[in-house]
C-alpha cells in the first residue's frame, strides 16, 4: 500500500507562488508515474502534471510556462511549484501514485487547496 501526503496549500492573490509537497510512504524504484491533479468545484478532475520513473515530464497546456514538477528521491518527495497563479487555477490539488505490479495500481492522497484570489 502506497501512502500519500500533499502539503503547501493556501491562499494567494493572482500572480502570486505556491509550492505543493507530497511524500510518499515507499521509495521511488517501486512507482512508475507520479503526478498532480486538480479539481474545481463543479469540474471533473483533471491532469497537471506527471513525472515517469525515467524522468519524462508532461503538462497540461494550461500551465505549460507557469508550473513546474520535480522530485527528490532521498526525501521521497515530489513538487509542485506554481508560479503566476491565476484565478482558472483554484482546485484541491491531488497527488496521484502509480505502480505496475502486473497491473497498474493507483494511489491517491487527501488533497490540499489552493485558492486564487483577490
Known amino acids: 500500500q502506497v501512502q500519500l501526503v500533499e502539503s503547501g496549500g493556501g491562499l494567494v492573490q493572482p500572480g502570486g507562488s505556491l509550492r505543493l509537497s507530497c511524500t510518499t510512504s515507499?521509495?521511488?524504484?517501486?512507482?512508475?508515474?507520479m503526478g498532480w491533479y486538480r479539481q474545481a468545484p463543479g469540474k471533473q478532475r483533471e491532469l497537471v502534471a506527471t513525472?515517469?520513473?525515467?524522468?519524462?515530464?508532461n503538462y497540461a497546456d494550461s500551465v505549460k510556462g507557469r508550473f513546474t514538477i520535480s522530485r527528490d528521491n532521498a526525501k521521497r518527495t515530489v513538487y509542485l511549484q506554481m508560479n503566476g497563479l491565476e484565478s482558472e487555477d483554484t482546485a484541491v490539488y491531488y497527488c496521484?501514485?502509480?505502480?505496475?505490479?502486473?497491473?497498474?495500481?493507483?494511489?491517491w492522497g487527501q488533497g490540499t487547496q489552493v485558492t486564487v484570489s483577490s
Open positions: 513525472i515517469t520513473s525515467g524522468g519524462t515530464i
Open positions: 496521484n501514485a502509480a505502480t505496475l505490479g502486473g497491473t497498474r495500481r493507483d494511489y
Open positions: 515507499t521509495s521511488f524504484f517501486s512507482i512508475f508515474v
